[in-house]
């Protein structure tokens, strides 16, 4: 039966509340008025700064604005809790609590009134004047609750809320172990009010944690698709708001699907994690303002009673399982030393340990980390895994042909092999100066004009295609000794036989015996087709009279002849792939793959590795962005000049950090010229969110934002950083403004949409605003290339040598990103992140049928049901039947490599 619903009784509420907001502001007006004349701030310009920081943070905040007010004036207001201020600032404190806070909680009202009128007056005006002296300093993030517990526990008085953490404790052990925590705290309490708090229904310390409790508790559930049935929402609120959290649960675990509590249970430990990881990151109210310091975190966690006392842990190298033996305080650490031990394999300092898609903090112990919840389940079990670096330096392979997606946090300093504190060896070992000697030595007008300062870019080699290699390339031989000759004056003979300008032709390549040139065509030349083709034509026939003059010269060996190999000049397209890059950003490019140098074996071995370490870091955050991003290509930037800028700085405490700042060609010129130098004038994202200065990040995800422009590439520059003395900024007080003129470094914990966290939550990213550009050396510079599709082959033997060469003939003829998935979550997380609306982006999925592949690809299509699958498996006959029940479009099986190509062709070349 419909219910009736008095619509004329709900207008008549609204129009109440809307009657008494007016009410509220007219005297709030009123209010801020009287104090402006007290303070005779009349005609002051900052009369609203002063104001506002005044009602936020009370009375001591005048201290900031001495001279913004008269001397006498100030001493009255500051000197005693009886003059007029004091009185206009409660009145304004008391009309927020019980409208602001109030208005729709007629219980905290009576509360208050109660207090107000009663026999605790004098509680109720202590706290009340607290609260004009330091305004919101004690509200923490829930002002009803922690009014509450300021009138309830009378015995924490102004001093020990200064000099103590005894609030901080118990709002901790309130808002994590229910109401019946507040015993642990009798002290602080008169035993009649705590007994009245705990034994009477709905008291109203209950309804305070409640409420608060409400928002956390409700999106929990949704999150976990727990249905609202039967007041099953209210009841567990009640529960947990009594009881705590994980004790709360355990009293309705018969109302909730035993698959939904176990994963419940697993989200609210990682939530208690992060409350606990926050609670000890906390600063006491005494130091609010000092930055975030590395404490242990708190030991609340309630364990729940009925835990199995086993789990079973995966050994990835082995892919045996090993039972596990736990007791209460057993740490992540712990049970990698015990897999590994009964593994027999003497690696437990390399290993982490992967759960619920994600690495686990090695001093968690099983229950903070979530980790028991794994002794009800057989799928999804906790693995031992190998260190990312320590796979890197047995896997040739991973990092060039294999791109691993892994949950595991990678330090980036340990990835590119500086240890910290750097040195000018560490950060330029003798390797990269050689090359960059030789590319000084034999650098073109091009390069020189790219970074005139001393900056000298030494290119990487690339472990699949670029955008450069389909351009029309000279491969000429010149029968002299690399140290024979000067290169320039040789080039300067061969375009003036081909009749084009010397700063068309790009040397990328060099190899002695003979000496040997790739030379790649500029890309302005390719807008003339009459000219690449006379080009073509003197090459072929060897009309290079000047050219050989010049060998001539050099030599009296009747073999003097020049040799000359053409590549892709007979091409009609240069950009093969379907993306939007012009001729100007391939000339880009190229210019910044000028490599005029021999590379020994040594040499290049180092420069493979460097590629490699490169590649790593850089794709394990393009695993985690919405948008798709190729290496195109990648350089070391070698400066002397700035090495020894960098090094004598004089600190105390050099607290380097990897950091990452995203760029366009745009701004190359500034970066390399002045290395970073902050430029009022100059163009920029934005007027610098939270100062003004040089921004990085810790992430290349998010330093990417900074480089998204209309250009086809993006670029990241990875630079060494010295911190040295940092200010947390958690606000926006310096947008647009010089940084802190005490600080060298601005640090600012993000949400992902880039706005400052506020107290109790957990940052997405990091940004660091940096001074001044001697703090910065700049390491390497990343080409990405935006595209629009990829691949994910899913098989948890993906890194053995069979799947490593398939990986290698991959790279070479794909230009997009191949993921290797060891297992279905991993893959299953870089498609939601990709995928999830962004109908452009394309994907083949490439699996084994083993490893519950069947499931896997119900997963995959449940993701986008039109999503094109191979299965590249053995045992064809078995895994045809289940993919040939599963709807359109076709999931193919082959056992043949060739098969595989064709399809991820077929498919993402339409």
């Excluded at 975030?292 to 006392?309: F, K, R």
């Excluded at 028991?372 to 890197?392: A, G, H």
């Excluded at 029968?479 to 290169?487: R, T, V």
């Excluded at 009022?680 to 969110?689: F, H, P, V, Y």
Aim: proline share 3%; aromatic share 10%.
């Amino acid at each position: 039966m419909a219910q009736y619903f008095d619509f004329s009784t709900r207008q008549s509420s609204l129009s109440e509340i809307h009657d008494n907001s007016i009410v509220v502001a007219s005297t709030i007006t009123s209010i801020t008025n009287e104090i402006i004349d007290v303070l005779q701030l009349e005609d002051n310009e900052n009369k609203d700064e002063i104001i506002n920081d005044l009602l936020e943070n009370g009375r001591e905040s005048l201290v900031k604005y001495q001279e913004d007010i008269t001397h006498e004036v100030y001493t009255d207001v500051m000197n005693s809790n009886d003059n007029e201020l004091i009185i206009l600032l409660k009145k304004y404190f008391q009309q927020k609590w019980e409208t602001q806070y109030g208005i729709s909680h007629q219980w905290f009202i009576s509360f208050l009134r109660q207090y107000q009128n009663g026999e605790n007056h004098y509680t109720y005006e202590h706290v009340l004047t607290r609260t004009t002296e330091y305004g919101n300093m004690y509200m923490k993030n829930d002002p009803i609750l922690s009014i509450v517990l300021q009138l309830l526990f009378e015995c924490i008085d102004d001093e020990c809320l200064k000099e103590t953490n005894i609030f901080n404790d118990l709002w901790f052990s309130i808002t994590s172990d229910g109401l019946k925590a507040i015993t642990n705290y009798s002290d602080y309490i008169i035993e009649d009010v705590m007994n009245e708090q705990l034994n009477k229904s709905q008291s109203t310390l209950f309804q305070a944690l409640r409420e608060y409790n409400r928002q956390a508790v409700f999106s929990l559930l949704e999150q976990n698709n727990i249905v609202d049935e039967q007041n099953l929402y209210d009841l567990i609120l009640d529960d947990i708001t009594e009881h705590g959290w994980l004790v709360g649960l355990q009293k309705i675990r018969n109302k909730i699907p035993w698959k939904y509590y176990i994963r419940l249970l697993g989200n609210v430990s990682s939530f208690l994690k992060q409350k606990n990881t926050l609670f000890a990151n906390m600063p006491s109210e005494s130091t609010c303002n000092k930055q975030y310091n590395e404490q242990e975190e708190s030991e609340h966690i309630i364990i729940p009673l009925d835990v199995s006392d086993n789990i079973t842990v995966r050994f990835r190298q082995t892919n045996v399982l090993y039972p596990v033996r736990t007791h209460q305080n057993m740490t992540v650490k712990e049970v990698i030393a015990d897999v590994c031990r009964q593994a027999n394999a003497n690696i437990c300092n390399n290993c982490y340990l992967w759960f619920d898609s994600r690495e686990l903090n090695i001093n968690d112990t099983i229950y903070q980390s979530g980790l028991y919840k794994s002794s009800n389940s057989t799928k999804d079990l906790p693995e031992v895994r190998l260190k990312y670096i320590q796979i890197l330096q047995s896997s040739i392979h991973i990092g060039t042909q294999i791109s691993l997606a892994s949950p595991e946090h990678i330090s980036y300093h340990e990835l590119f092999n500086i240890p910290l504190p750097s040195t000018i060896n560490n950060i330029s070992p003798t390797v990269v100066k050689e090359i960059a000697e030789q590319i000084i030595q034999h650098s073109s007008s091009v390069s020189q004009s790219l970074c005139n300062s001393g900056a000298v870019l030494i290119p990487l080699p690339n472990c699949s295609k670029q955008s450069i290699d389909s351009l029309p390339t000279i491969v000429l031989t010149a029968p002299l000794s690399p140290n024979q000759f000067d290169w320039n004056v040789f080039l300067d003979c061969l375009a003036d036989d081909l009749e084009i300008n010397r700063t068309d032709l790009i040397i990328v390549n060099v190899e002695k015996g003979s000496t040997k040139f790739m030379i790649k065509l500029r890309t302005k030349l390719l807008q003339a087709s009459e000219i690449v083709n006379k080009v073509a034509r003197k090459l072929l026939f060897m009309c290079l009279p000047k050219c050989k003059k010049f060998v001539d010269e050099y030599t009296t060996s009747t073999t003097s002849d020049i040799r000359v190999e053409l590549e892709n000049f007979a091409n009609e397209k240069v950009i093969e792939d379907k993306t939007s890059l012009s001729f100007e950003e391939i000339d880009v490019a190229l210019r910044l793959c000028e490599r005029p140098a021999i590379i020994n074996d040594t040499s290049w071995k180092f420069l493979q590795e460097k590629s490699r370490q490169i590649h790593t870091c850089v794709i394990q955050s393009i695993q985690s962005c919405r948008d798709e991003y190729v290496i195109d290509h990648a350089s070391i930037v070698y400066n002397e000049h700035i090495y020894h800028e960098y090094q004598s700085l004089t600190t105390t405490d050099k607290n380097e950090k990897i950091l990452f700042h995203g760029t366009n060609t745009i701004n190359f010129n500034g970066i390399f010229e002045k290395n970073f130098q902050y430029i009022s004038q100059a163009k920029r994202t934005d007027e610098g969110w939270y100062g003004q200065g040089i921004y990085f990040s810790s992430s290349p995800e998010k330093a990417l934002n900074y480089a998204k422009s209309n250009s086809a590439f993006s670029y990241l520059i990875c630079s060494l950083v010295r911190l040295d003395k940092i200010l947390t900024v958690t606000d926006m007080k310096y947008k647009g403004k010089p940084m802190h003129s005490d600080y060298d470094t601005h640090y600012i914990p993000i949400r992902i949409n880039g706005d400052p966290i506020s107290r109790g939550e957990i940052p997405c990213f990091e940004e660091f605003v940096i001074k001044k550009s001697d703090q910065i050396i700049p390491l390497y510079i990343v080409g990405l290339l935006k595209v629009s599709r990829f691949v994910i082959w899913r098989d948890a033997k993906i890194t053995n040598e069979f799947n490593s060469s398939i990986f290698e003939d991959m790279t070479q003829r794909y230009t997009y990103n191949i993921y290797g998935t060891q297992t279905s979550i991993e893959a299953l997380n870089i498609l939601n992140i990709k995928l999830t609306n962004n109908d452009s982006m394309k994907c083949v999925i490439v699996t084994n049928g083993a490893d519950d592949g069947e499931d896997f690809v119900r997963q995959c299509r449940s993701i986008r049901s039109s999503l094109p699958i191979i299965i590249f498996c053995q045992n064809k006959t078995y895994h045809q039947q289940w993919a040939a029940k599963l709807s359109h479009p076709k999931i193919h099986v082959t056992s043949s490599p060739i098969d595989v190509f064709d399809f991820i062709t077929n498919t993402l070349q339409q």
